[in-house]
């Protein structure tokens, strides 16, 4: 574990955290005017190993070269030129800072990144991280990595679980989840949505599927799977030759049948590291997926997407509503899948990078 300390005068900025990976969805935007909860989960922190915030370049002034030596493979509006490495935590692990009130005004219903640190060290003063709260972003705290230092705390050193021990110990993220907007009471509250964690997962990885698949059609398992990743991979892949078949592997499941070219696999959430398989199936493009994403697509939790048929069994009374469900088809996140797609070295490909600069029919045909 460690604790962030001031870089100006060492004070203990945070409480003791733990690190685990960025979250796919750490700089989603979405909807409009939607409430989203906290991004990390108490006692951890992430690290973006990209450069984020002003100041910006445009890809002009950037250019290709400079992009690609910055692991950038395709044309994308702007690029920070902001330090890398900011640090990402709940807003109450925060410990001795203060609010820069000059800072903090100028957005929809909360703070916005976008003049920059927001927050001080309530010692020194020091800009020292950005709080985030505004509606359609994930509340979070972003740490200056050139303003904090990160410092051990003694007796707290963990090894990060193992691939066996996590599918006992993880969790699994549901697909749904209730949404709501600012200024709503419980009352008006709109009822439930597909999963903004869901959204950005599909997004990064359907970028990896497309990569994976050579240009060609891909199938994936029946289930939520098609239900996620399916219709998009058809509109986006040409048809005609048989498709290249996408399934899931990982822990503690059996190895693959016949020859399967895509393994759908987690990856850690501690480390960020893919699971990588073992024997004949190592030569296997992986596609990686968020952790709790990976566990609830191989052992779902029980929850009927409709209202079963029949009799309740002997003994069971009960007459709860079903659950509401999502009121349209699944899109991926395009936000996410343009970041991740243009930081594929596939993305050079012709036909990949036509997909990556022409997203506007497939919003339309709201794969996204």
Not at 188 to 203: F, M, N
Request: glycine content about 10%; overall charge negative; some cysteine.
């Amino acid at each position: 574990m460690f604790v962030f300390v001031c870089a100006g005068c060492d004070a203990e900025l945070t409480v003791p955290l733990s690190r685990v990976t960025l979250p796919a969805h750490a700089r989603q935007q979405y909807g409009n005017g939607l409430q989203l909860p906290v991004l990390m989960e108490p006692g951890t922190f992430a690290v973006d190993p990209d450069p984020w915030g002003p100041p910006w370049r445009t890809w002009e002034e950037v250019g290709p070269a400079e992009a690609a030596a910055r692991g950038v493979y395709a044309p994308v509006p702007y690029l920070s030129d902001a330090p890398p490495g900011a640090v990402v935590m709940a807003p109450g692990d925060t410990r001795g800072t203060v609010l820069l009130p000059e800072r903090a005004g100028g957005y929809c219903c909360g703070l916005g990144p976008g003049d920059g640190p927001n927050m001080a060290c309530e010692g020194c003063g020091l800009p020292v991280a950005t709080r985030v709260d505004d509606c359609s972003l994930w509340q979070a705290v972003w740490l200056a990595p050139d303003a904090v230092h990160r410092l051990p705390v003694d007796g707290t050193r963990t090894a990060p679980l193992s691939w066996e021990e996590l599918p006992t110990e993880g969790r699994a993220t549901p697909p749904f989840e209730p949404r709501g907007r600012w200024g709503f009471s419980p009352e008006r509250q709109d009822g439930s949505s597909w999963s903004p964690r869901w959204e950005a997962a599909a997004g990064q990885a359907l970028a990896h599927l497309l990569a994976a698949s050579e240009g060609g059609p891909v199938s994936v398992p029946h289930g939520l799977a098609t239900v996620v990743f399916q219709r998009s991979l058809d509109l986006l892949l040409p048809t005609g030759p048989p498709p290249r078949r996408a399934v899931l592997a990982g822990p503690r499941l059996p190895a693959p049948e016949g020859d399967a070219p895509i393994l759908l696999v987690p990856a850690h959430p501690e480390t960020g590291r893919a699971w990588t398989p073992d024997g004949g199936a190592a030569s296997a493009s992986c596609v990686p997926l968020p952790f709790g994403v990976w566990l609830w697509l191989v052992s779902p939790e029980r929850y009927l997407p409709a209202p079963a048929s029949g009799a309740l069994p002997e003994g069971v009374l009960r007459d709860d509503p079903p659950p509401a469900l999502p009121d349209r088809l699944f899109r991926a996140d395009p936000g996410v899948f343009g970041h991740t797609l243009a930081r594929l070295l596939a993305v050079r490909s012709p036909w990949l990078r036509t997909i990556h600069e022409n997203l506007s029919p497939y919003l339309r045909a709201r794969i996204f």
